[in-house]
């Protein structure tokens, strides 16, 4: 489950990057059957109506849907087509293809297109079963990813000099020891090295490796610069091939990653759900301490937790600080995020100390942590202005009231547009503060925790209706003092009407019923 936290790096990205470049000149492919489908940089352009024939045409076909715009879209665009260009020039039967999905709303909704991009690898012409191509973002790995999965995935290595040359090679290097090479644990490996083309995988059987190696029992050892630096032993003959893929992909990246441009999309492509968050300036007196200290724990928790850290001096880093709600009196701050439900949990000790940071990741782990909500307190006289001003702590309370329709304006202190706005939000809160029924709200919605989901850029509006205390209704239309009030009509107007007919048909059911008690 993707949350805000990734939306948020796709946001960085989209504002960092700029346009890829547009001077490509399109040439034709000439195919087998039907028309010749045009090719940009020598990757198929795919549409609804050439899908099929780009399938018949390909025994093998990458496929990119993305969206013009997307930030991360443009800066994959380049290294997907040198992948395709040197499969082209291999003279393979291997093709590369893309699908604004901004276009082709068919086939985005047919390979159920959630992120951008995403790619997806189609064997044999075969739509109904694709296979979901993840964290791989430049070309070597684009080329090594498929070649893995047309044809073997590791190196079998049968001597001792052949390993040794294999581990010096590469920075990183992983072999699996199994004393079977076919089933079972190997399977996993197999499967594993299909998934993180960055790293050369090798596999032996051969008792002079196992021997060398001191390697006794199936095992995968991962090597650095020639040396083994972690191993994973195979457990009555299994392996769990999730935890090794994220166990391995966590070597791929520094043990503390700083957030910028470069590494926010590399984080996600480590399959690892929870991220700790260091807050805090670089250039302050007390960094390098605290920085030794958190990068002294990340090592018991690879694997399990992924650590990070915030330069809070960054100005492009603004946005992650007010999604953590990190304010600047709480520097430096320690926070974990749990990426499946979007948790997050702060350090409750102030201190950034080895004992403190230990004891809060393994209480995290151990679901002993208390999740962690921001609020405001409520401010003395918050209900007695025409526009009421909500935080956390009163939000539920107030907005789903079932008597009221709260029309609530969610704004950030720091938006020229929310305040523009302000004086028109205070002229439609005079406007109906003699209404007894309506509430005109605004929080400050980088300072208060408020589950809601569909966000857009500050200021933005909904209407929590009467009647229900789960509705919740985006407001679309213009920011104008008329325009918002005639949407606070028509929906009151709405409910009236629901109301009225519901009523009628519970008048008209309690009618039948004591009619048919009468004749019984």
Not at 170 to 184: S, T, W
Not at 282 to 301: L, Q, T
Not at 439 to 464: C, G, S, W
Request: hydrophobic share 40%; with cysteine.
């Amino acid at each position: 489950m993707r949350t805000r936290w990734f939306l948020l790096f796709l946001g960085f990205i989209s504002w960092s990057l700029g346009a890829v470049d547009g001077s490509i000149s399109p040439t034709e492919k000439k195919s087998k059957k039907g028309k010749p489908i045009k090719e940009e940089d020598n990757v198929l352009v795919l549409k609804k109506s050439n899908f099929d024939q780009a399938l018949n045409e390909s025994k093998f076909l990458l496929v990119e849907f993305y969206i013009a715009l997307s930030g991360p879209s443009q800066s994959l665009a380049a290294e997907f087509a040198k992948a395709a260009e040197q499969f082209k020039n291999e003279a393979v039967d291997i093709r590369f293809g893309k699908v604004d999905v901004a276009d082709q709303k068919d086939l985005k909704k047919e390979f159920n297109i959630q992120e951008y991009p995403t790619l997806k690898f189609f064997v044999d012409g075969d739509r109904k079963k694709p296979i979901d191509c993840k964290g791989v973002r430049d070309a070597a790995s684009f080329v090594t990813w498929v070649k893995r999965r047309i044809g073997s995935s590791s190196v079998l290595i049968n001597s001792t000099e052949q390993a040794k040359a294999f581990i010096a090679s590469e920075d990183l290097a992983v072999i699996g020891f199994f004393k079977r090479l076919q089933g079972g644990a190997a399977e996993v490996f197999y499967d594993s090295a299909r998934e993180v083309p960055e790293l050369p995988f090798g596999v032996t059987a051969s008792k002079e490796v196992f021997a060398n190696f001191g390697v006794r029992e199936d095992m995968v050892i991962i090597f650095q610069k020639g040396k083994p630096i972690h191993n994973e032993a195979s457990e009555e003959g299994k392996l769990n091939k999730v935890e090794l893929i994220r166990l391995i992909k966590t070597f791929t990246m520094d043990l503390v990653i700083e957030y910028n441009l470069e590494t926010s999309v590399k984080i996600f492509d480590v399959p690892v759900e929870s991220h700790i968050v260091l807050f805090m300036p670089k250039n302050s007196d007390a960094f390098n301490e605290a920085y030794e200290n958190y990068s002294s724990v990340a090592p018991e928790f690879r694997g399990k937790i992924m650590f990070i850290l915030v330069d809070t001096d960054e100005t492009r880093n603004g946005r992650v600080i007010e999604y953590f709600r990190v304010t600047e009196v709480e520097v430096p701050a320690v926070q974990i995020l749990n990426l499946t439900n979007d948790a997050r949990y702060k350090m409750p000790a102030e201190e950034v100390s080895p004992e403190n940071l230990r004891t809060f990741c393994q209480n995290y782990l151990e679901g002993k942590a208390k999740q962690h909500w921001s609020s405001e307190e409520i401010q003395e006289g918050w209900d007695k202005k025409p526009v009421k001003v909500l935080v956390a702590k009163n939000f539920d309370k107030v907005a789903f009231n079932k008597k009221n329709h709260v029309f609530v304006m969610f704004h950030a202190p720091w938006s020229h547009n929310c305040q523009k706005l302000f004086p028109v939000w205070e002229e439609l809160g005079k406007m109906y503060e003699s209404r007894k029924n309506v509430v005109i709200a605004k929080v400050d919605y980088t300072a208060n925790e408020i589950l809601l989901i569909n966000l857009e850029r500050y200021p933005f509006f909904r209407l929590f209706p009467a009647g229900s205390t789960t509705e919740v209704i985006p407001y679309k239309g213009e920011y104008t003092l008329d325009a918002f009030a005639k949407f606070l009509e028509e929906q009151i107007e709405a409910r009236k009407k629901d109301s009225s007919k519901a009523k009628k048909e519970k008048s008209v059911e309690e009618e039948l019923n004591t009619a048919q008690k009468e004749e019984l």
